[in-house]
């Protein structure tokens, strides 16, 4: 990003092995990396613990170095997400009546919000590749959605990743309309340990966009009928 003699903002973009595009802009909003924001607070003063990255640390029920001071959401780090906030808000407040529980999820979803919407959770298909994971990605294309057609929004997919010794779903994402809303269901398997016949066997209403998430499941185990069944054992 410059800025050009006009006081116009020009925005350079080149994609890998591209040709580079420039475009001109009244005004741009860079919106990239996030920090937590608690130099106000004094929290030198009480002697309160913080992270290497300046986050407030704390332990697995959300307690801090004081004992009777508990941290949650953005000032105790990444993912700084709202429902993420929220989760640990009920824990924070269980254990003070109390209660023995922890901040432990195996997942927490994302969502941008988008047109069309783009929602992941779990490990990505980049990360499985870089940490040697044995994964299989298994995607089913809106376009051959019943539902996702009548409403007129086949331009999607969903993308699952299944760790192939074990069949057990370890990420997926979404994109087309209401992602946001879907994309839970695929957290609740990974966090239940599920795996591709546990999803399979659930029987999902039809038409909807949920079905997508069943049928992902039937091509990683070679039993949909959607679409051409690409695995060659049950062709033999």
Request: net charge negative.
């Amino acid at each position: 990003i410059d800025k050009s003699k006009n006081d116009d903002f020009i925005v350079k973009i080149a994609e890998e092995n591209k040709k580079e595009n420039i475009f001109y802009y009244d005004n741009v909003l860079v919106a990239i990396g996030r920090s937590p924001n608690i130099n106000f607070l004094g929290l030198d003063k009480i002697g309160l613990k913080l992270n290497e990255f300046g986050f407030i640390e704390v332990d697995e029920q959300l307690k801090t170095n004081i004992s009777h001071i508990y941290a949650i959401g953005d000032v105790i780090g990444f993912p700084m997400l709202a429902h993420k906030a929220i989760h640990q808000a009920h824990i924070a407040a269980e254990v003070i009546s109390g209660k023995e529980h922890y901040f432990e999820p195996k997942v927490i979803p994302s969502v941008a919000y988008t047109d069309p919407e783009i929602a992941w959770v779990g490990i990505s298909e980049k990360e499985a590749k870089n940490n040697n994971l044995d994964y299989e990605i298994s995607l089913f294309p809106w376009s051959a959605s019943g539902r996702a057609n009548a409403s007129n929004c086949h331009i999607g997919a969903t993308k699952l990743i299944f760790d192939k010794i074990t069949n057990k779903i370890i990420g997926g994402s979404i994109v087309g309309t209401n992602a946001s809303e879907l994309i839970s269901e695929i957290a609740l398997a990974i966090e239940m340990g599920c795996d591709a016949e546990d999803i399979a066997l659930t029987i999902h209403p039809h038409p909807t966009l949920s079905e997508s998430i069943s049928s992902a499941s039937e091509i990683f185990q070679g039993t949909i009928t959607d679409l051409l069944n690409s695995k060659k054992s049950l062709l033999n």
